[in-house]
């Protein structure tokens, strides 16, 4: 509970109707699309302006109250967990898209709107944005930025952290930041925009962003390949990036994924295949089609046993939305899914896949494999029961090892989804002492007072586990075990 | 805690289906299609919040109070958030869960009460009664009190939307289907059934492609009877024997929509028999509302101790169609009017709006709209948000008027937006409720809302003409 005096000085900034502590409130603010994790905040606001914003975090830093800021909600990594309570800032009623530059190709907007609507409205216009988490139709922009969001077309044109141009932010004392703008080329100093950017609401509360556009493609085609070897469908993956092609989507679901997603959007996917990669290209159309001709070769030469090539890009649209819906159909499996989004240099995704499947059989959990194979990014989720404390021991042992051998090839933690919570105890495998080191006097420097977003990023580092049977696999000489603890 | 909420709390935790509440993973994908949540932007109004409130009440994180209970109850029922689930999550059966809990722990305040009895239990299931309610009816239209009431201002004495809703009202002879089919004197025969019970039978016109029974529904048969006949015209004109029941009764939405289980059983188990007996191939229903629980039947009575009845209301469940689903799919295609006419700015426009329950529950989308678009004299014009729910949801109109409206003049912009002069629905509860609309957007002179069987009624060749 705030106390009563906080109350009022929140209200003055937003109005009655705007800020809420009522039980029903705290509970539906209480979690985020995380499994396992729930802690409730003392209130919830809602602003409408940057000043507002400012406004509030000026009170919540006097007062030392932790602040959460929070988009849609739809995060995997607990970022807005209140995990030591404080206010929750819900950014949706700051969703104006402020404009759409078409001379300098770039669109402004406030940080609360949702990335699907963006889309939409950017497109009309003839434009392209290209980042699409599989969560566009609920998160926001200022939710992607905050965690460096990827999607199906990492690939070919990135991530949202190589689109953000310039940010508006709210620093933990209250006063108003504005870095880089519409600008393609900025050597002005520290790039405080890319510090921002993933900073998962750690740093500063993001109001208003700049990002670059692209024209439009004017030509999209797409096609599904089939495997009955999974193996075969991840060397595919390799092969074609080694041939130096770069389709704009390069999806990779196995069996049970298939299955599951099949069953809730009734599109006619392989459900007997092994393995499908669902495969996109654009630009023009005489390059389309080549890159589609040579692409339907390496598959089949790597072992596709069937490709099926969409008549229409409704068709396309359609195998592309489905897979968006992967994760959450997954849970039609079993109660709980577990996703991480270990990601590897690309020319190991045949190697990973197999290690996945490995841990999986090691620990004795059902682990299904799907995600963006073509930028490396695999997201493999176990099926698993919140309520079997024993299975979720398995299920954690088993995602260690998957982090370590991702970090062994070369990898990292997580491509696309952020440390948040879940993460944390691994956020130094990553980036070693000296990265923890250098994140945490950034902290330290911005947010002295540790309000904003507290107990995300920084955790006590979790012991790595000792294995001797995959270094070969995985190409390393030595095995580690040391056990690092955070500064 | 609060003893009442103790008690709810309790009976919570005993009836709401734990695996559905961990099945919600909190994607969230199911908000963009929550009407509430659109009209709020708050998690709580949200189908992920509900969820995780009823969560949370069962895992003794929260106390079921007011404010609980008023969210449930902003909850439309509409189950457009279940297509958009890809976990599969049974939203529906949550919410009837906490409904039933919610009914059988506390009671309603005054006003609410006297309406769920009045309506629920002493008039929707004795079909005598609501056909006394028609007579009534129509007598107030006729007599020209309907007329003395709107002028005299006697209407002004009941809440606005009461009154406007109530010059959203159709006109009603108080004649039901039966009685209108035979005054026409269309062709029908009488038989019994093994156990005695009657059947109006009604040939199919030309061969005979399928015998369906004909759920006449009791609001419909009362206020909508003329669309029945149109149904009935439509199905036979297509190749269907028709067969009505006289021991069907209220389908029971309403009551399991409101929390009242028991009585829904009831009802359910009636029709079950009556149609059992009729010895059908589908069962014809033409109000989205009653089909889609007459589709979960088998879910509704799957606990029942009589194993024979839960069995036959699996065959019952599978037997239901809408009327759109038998006339595209299964009929004889029917004969266009304007055959040659083309598509020239004389077609009418139309728009269509989806009944909740036919598009989410029964999954019936296409078939209406394909109906009317293979027409050459209809040019259909698709309604932006046609899949968000309108706000009328059974009697929650009633008890939820602020929300129910703003929904209303929400969807009535986007109608306006189309340019239709006819916005065609599948449902009388929404026919209803976009008359309504029409009467607070100041449409009338303009736009016509009509249920799909008598807009098809007129653009159609049928051998039987009404004069
Ligand atoms: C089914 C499913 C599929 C997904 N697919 C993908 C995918 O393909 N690619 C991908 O990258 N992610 C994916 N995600 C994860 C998630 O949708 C993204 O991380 C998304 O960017 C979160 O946006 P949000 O608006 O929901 O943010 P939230 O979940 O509300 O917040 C995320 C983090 O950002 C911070 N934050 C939010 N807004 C602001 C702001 N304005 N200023 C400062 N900090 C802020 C929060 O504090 C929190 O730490 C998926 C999630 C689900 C449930
Ligand atoms: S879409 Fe389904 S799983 Fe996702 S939050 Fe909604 S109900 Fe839960
Ligand atoms: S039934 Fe309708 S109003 Fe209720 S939660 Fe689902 S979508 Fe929202």
Known sequence: MLESVIRELLIKVVGGEWFKDDPESLVSYSYDATPLYQAMPDGVIFPESTQQVSDIVKICSKHRIPVITRGAGSNLCGGTIPLQGGLVVVMTRMNKLLEIDSDNLTATFQTGLNTKQFHLAVERTGLFYPPDPSS?????????????????????????????????????????????????????????????????????????????????????????????????????????????????????????????????????????????????????????????????????????????????????????EARRSALAALSRLRPTTILEDATVPRSKIADMVLEVQRIAQKYDVQICTFGHAGDGNLHPTAMTDARDPEEIHRVEQAFAEIFEVAIAMGGTITGEHGVGIVKAPYLEWKVGEAGIKMMKSIKDAIDPHQIMNPGKLFAETRKRIIYQDRTEAVGRTTTQDEEIQTP | MNSTHEKLAQSLKLTLDEDQLTNCMRCGFCQTACPTFIETGLEAASPRGRIALMKAVVDGLMEPDESFRSQMDLCLGCRACEPACPSDVKYGQLIEQTRAAIAAEKPYSMPVRIVRKTFLQGVFPHRRRLKLIGKT???????????????????????????????????????????????????????????????????????????????????????FAPTNVNTVRLLRQAGFEIVIPEEQVCCGALHAHAGEMGDAKQLAGRNIWAFGEANVDYIASNAGGCGALLKEYDHLMHAEPDERLSQAAVRFADQVKDISELLHNLGRPLEPIHAEAGKDDAAVAVTYQDSCHLRNVMRVQGEPRQLMSQLPGVQLCELQGAEVCCGSAGIYNLTQTEMSTTLLDHKMEHVEATGAKVIVTSNPGCLLQMKWGIERAGLQNGVEAVHLADFLAKQVRIEDQLD
């Not at chain 1, 689109?163 to 519409?182: C, H, M, N």
């Not at chain 1, 074609?240 to 099949?262: G, K, N, R, S, W």
């Not at chain 1, 692409?295 to 089949?300: A, D």
């Open chain 2, 137 to 223: 009816l129509s007598f107030y239209q006729k007599s020209g009190l309907q007329k003395f009431a709107r002028n005299s201002g006697a209407m002004k004495l009941f809440p606005d939307h009461l009154q406007q809703l109530e010059q959203a009202l159709p006109d009603v002879s108080g004649d039901g289907l039966e009685e209108l089919w035979s005054k026409a004197g269309f062709p029908y025969r009488r038989e019994t059934t093994d156990s005695g019970s009657g059947l109006m039978v009604i040939p199919a016109a030309g061969d005979t492609v399928g015998r369906v029974g004909m759920f006449r529904g009791c609001i419909m048969d009362v206020m």
């Open chain 1, 136 to 320: 566009m139709i609920i998160c926001t922009m200022g939710g992607n930025i905050a965690l460096g969001a990827g999607g199906l077309r990492g690939l070919k044109y990135g991530t949202t952290k190589d689109y953000v141009l310039g940010l508006e932010a709210v620093l933990p004392d209250g006063s108003i930041l504005r870095t880089g703008g519409k600008l393609v080329k900025d050597a002005a100093g520290y790039d405080l925009t890319r510090l921002l950017v993933g900073s998962g609401g750690t740093l500063a509360i993001l109001t208003e962003a700049t990002v670059k556009l692209i024209p439009k493609p004017s030509y999209r085609k797409a096609m599904v390949a089939v495997y009955d070897d999974l193996h075969a469908a991840a060397r595919t993956v390799s092969n074609i990036i080694a041939h130096h092609i770069f389709p704009c989507t390069l999806e990779f679901m196995d069996q049970p994924t298939l299955q599951v997603v099949e069953d809730f959007a009734k599109i006619g996917l392989p459900v007997h295949a092994k393995a499908m990669l669902a495969i996109e290209q654009d630009g023009n159309a005489d390059d389309v089609e080549r890159d589609l001709k040579q692409l339907e070769e390496i598959c089949l030469a790597s072992g596709a046993v069937q490709l099926n090539i969409a008549k229409t890009p409704e068709e396309g649209a359609k195998v592309m």
